[in-house]
């Protein structure tokens, strides 16, 4: 009986290994994931906030209500995002960049959606809504190769700006939970690779034929 070759056999294990623990990560990671989404959901229904008292916004604070006295910063900064507007017809959420009138950390409110690109003539004023995050402006390439930025808090105004539609209230049925899916994928990489390399290992031991003796 041949031995396993030494160092082919220690690479597939190693890797077997190693995606085997990346499933059990991701099992773990959803039971993370569903108390955080049912946490959210306990936001849904806890009574309004002002927005300085979640600043720093942390993540169990998503989906709260709460309001702020939003003051544009100079120059107005805005953040433009495709969306859809009743009836289906393309438009833009409407997405400005406030300060509080204090020192800390600024927030930003979406505050409708347009049919056009152009922002609306919007000078400020009080919102009200769910807590959400600013959408990432970062490419996705940029955020596997550099450090996260922190996250900004976002209200989704419940009541929009004259002239725009209202966003879509945000819900932690929006939040994606992949991790169980994630966690099949891996195991089932590391039984592919074993599948593949027992059958590698087979067609080495099988003999090898020998030629026949020619005819005169």
């Not at 989404?37 to 720093?56: C, D, G, T, Y």
């Amino acid at each position: 009986m041949k031995r396993l070759p030494f160092w082919p056999t220690l690479v597939v294990l190693l890797a077997v290994l190693a995606m085997v623990g990346l499933g059990i990560w991701q099992l773990d990671r959803l039971h993370e994931k569903e108390a955080l989404l049912a946490h959210f959901a306990a936001n849904e229904n806890k009574p309004p906030v002002a927005l300085p008292a979640l600043l720093p916004l942390k993540q169990e604070d998503l989906f709260r209500r709460a309001s702020a006295m939003c003051l544009p910063v100079h120059p107005i900064k805005w953040l433009q995002r495709g969306a859809r507007l009743p009836g289906g017809k393309p438009g833009w959420r409407m997405i400005v960049f406030c300060g509080t009138g204090a020192e800390g950390p600024g927030f930003a409110a979406d505050i409708g959606i347009s049919s056009s690109d152009v922002p609306p003539a919007w000078t400020g004023g009080v919102v009200r809504g769910r807590v959400i995050t600013v959408p990432s402006e970062t490419p996705l390439i940029a955020r596997l190769f550099s450090a996260p930025a922190p996250d900004m808090a976002m209200i989704v105004a419940e009541n929009p700006a004259p002239g725009l539609a209202r966003s879509p209230d945000p819900s932690p049925a929006d939040v994606p939970n992949n991790h169980f899916a994630y966690a099949v994928q891996w195991f089932l990489f590391a039984g592919i690779a074993v599948i593949i390399y027992a059958v590698a290992l087979a067609r080495r031991k099988r003999p090898v034929g020998h030629p026949g003796r020619r005819r005169g």
